[in-house]
């Protein structure tokens, strides 16, 4: 009965093919949409090893894409649900701040730079002293900065890749979370 056996392991195999083949293709099924891989790399610089001072230089890798000079805290980056992208700021020269929304649908980064110096570094902040995306549309995300009283809220432009509009808007009351309409709010 050799027969048998092959037959009982041929059954196997096509079966197990078979199965294969259904979660292969109930798997592409189920995730239309590839999930970006955003991560987290720290280095701290050899003049801050030696002198026990300093900062850690932080890269976030997008995708196999190194942004270097990250500002912020964890995650280092703030999520635009609306547009499915994420804006995070760089260092760049004289210390000034190159904003960046990346797309986690195409890939692209839309690359800002800008004359500020205070752009980023209360990115992953929470309480009274955080950066966050206020509102986000196809051209324009606004970006709101918040210490203590003082809501700066930034306009970029993704179009002209440039900031198009700052407000600087006092908050009474002792709470930072004002109403954009309030008749109290000196513009």
């Known amino acids: 009965m050799p027969w048998l056996n092959s037959m ?24 239309p949409q ?8 720290k280095k701290r610089p050899l003049n801050s ?20 000079k990250v500002r912020g805290v964890a995650p280092f980056y703030a999520t635009a649900k609306e547009i499915n992208m994420i804006y995070f700021v760089t260092d760049g020269p ?11 649908i195409t890939g692209e980064a839309i690359e800002i730079k800008t004359d500020l110096t205070e752009l980023g570094y209360e990115i992953g902040q929470l309480g009274e002293r955080r950066e966050v995306i206020e509102s986000a549309s196809t051209g324009t995300v606004k970006v709101a900065r918040f210490h203590g009283d003082r809501k700066t809220v930034y ?30 709010i000196k513009k």
Request: proline residues 3%; charged residues 25%; aromatic residues 6%.
């Open 94 to 104: 004289s210390h000034k701040s190159i904003c960046y929304l990346y797309d986690l």
């Open 34 to 41: 590839k999930q970006p891989n955003i991560e987290v790399l």
């Open 8 to 31: 009982n392991l041929n059954v196997w195999l096509i079966v197990g093919c078979s199965l294969l083949a259904v979660a292969g293709c109930s798997e592409q099924g189920t995730s």
């Open 155 to 184: 306009s970029l432009d993704l179009v002209r890749r440039r900031i198009s509009d700052m407000q600087i808007l006092e908050i009474s009351g002792g709470t930072n979370t004002a109403p954009r309409n309030d008749p109290e």
């Open 49 to 68: 090893r030696l002198f026990l001072e300093g900062e850690e230089e932080v890269t976030l890798r997008i995708n196999g894409r190194d942004f270097h």
